[in-house]
């Protein structure tokens, strides 16, 4: 019986884009990867690997996070740690991770020498071993492997659990040899692996200071647990296949170069061989194949001294096989052909025209937004607890609450945005202030309550800063 972690481990090496990892992989089991687990060692050398698998998983992160979330609060140490640490830049890589693995985690870290802002690390399933309760994340360890040797492994353990608002975050030096694992003294190996760890325990803190981000829920494999699915779950057999294609049209490719089948006699003599002089063969004319037909002429045979052969290449076939199947996979991980290049149109596309064509993967897009805009809200307000007792801040303050809104990866134009505004104006279905914050959305409060007043000056209606957008 397969468990998550196996699942896991698959989804892994596709997102690899390796095709080594990938025959190894299903070189060590039976029964799974029709293609690559039937490949020898010499036939793999040949084998062709399309990486659809990362294509799906750098989409998925760009639909989400293309356009950076707005993030409202009036912390400015969140604001202040937003610029210092690319936050925006790590939720790309954490949402391409969580894509593939079916989640990801995102961990608060502490280090006075690196920042004085906390650290944000991003943690994959694979060195992760949670507990959930109620579908919440009660307590998590995070792997991390220090020696690999012939014999053994040491691997440094980190837990996470909170009792009664205490975050406890202990540290254990783990060895494994075989089947069986050893906690050991983490101090006799502190200096030679820089193990500079010590456990905490911090107070006033709601939570792990970590959030696991599942990537799509239910899991259908396992309706039970919490842990996400990953894009390409049930697709896996396909993109297999479709390696299997690219294989063999590239095979039909080589098989195709014209080839001369030449009668022996017409070949150069060597004269500096230091035996008798023999037919060479340069390497360079890789086309010339070396045939005796002396028995053919003595036999009257018909075979000519120079003669082609070339096989077909079957290049529509393999490419409407190969197309059907990327755009079978892409469907069937949640996105809209169209998203991939398959099947564009020509022309410049509208930004809503665009949304109608690739309905689907706003779909999928928006089922995963859920989930990580509850847990971005959850990070960040423990992200200001951490902030506090751990005496990062120059001075304590009072945690804010802080609102994370998903923003849209499509932009629209300047005259898109203007028809939209222009019909709530003719509903009288907003007010003067919304619709200036629809066409300046990355505008301040006092900008948009500036022209506010300006647009009312010009008409003529003038009303208290208290009033505008009432």
Known sequence: MRTVNDYIKEWAVWYSGDAERIWKFYNTRQGHGRFWGNLDYKERQNAIHMPL??????TSAGLLFSEPPRIETDSERVHEFIDDSLFESRLIEAADMAAALGGVY????????VSHHPLITIRSPLVSKPIFKGGKLHSVSFYRLIKDGQDSQLFLVEHRENHNGVLYITFELIEVKGDRAESIDIDEYRAEYELFVEDQALPGVDGLGAVYIPNLLPNRLF???????????????????LDEVWTSWIRDIELGMARLLIDEDMLKSDPFSEKAPRAKFDPLQSAFLKLSMDDWRLGGGSAKPIEQVQFDIRYDEHSKTATDLTAEIVSRCG??????????????????????RERKSFITRRKKARFWQHELQSLLMMLQQIDNVSLLSPSRYE?????????????????????????LSMADAASTKIKVLMMNP???DEQVDEEVQRILQERGTL????MIGG
Do not use: H
């Not at 609450?401 to 019909?423: A, C, L």
């Not at 009303?463 to 208290?466: L, S």
């Open 335 to 356: 996105y809209a052909p169209q998203s991939f290049g398959l099947g564009e149109m020509s022309g410049a596309v509208s930004g809503s025209a665009l949304k109608i």
């Open 442 to 444: 990355d505008w301040t």
């Open 53 to 58: 698998a990362q294509d799906i998983c750098s």
């Open 223 to 241: 309706p039970e647990s919490s842990e996400g699915v990953s894009d390409y779950q049930g697709s896996v057999q396909l993109l297999d296949a």
């Open 106 to 113: 995102i961990k608060i870290d502490t280090d006075p020498d």
């Open 399 to 423: 945690p804010q609450p802080v609102t994370v809104t998903m923003s849209d990866s499509i932009v629209e134009t300047q005259v898109e945005m203007s028809e939209t505004v222009r019909n």
């Open 463 to 466: 009303i208290p800063p208290d």
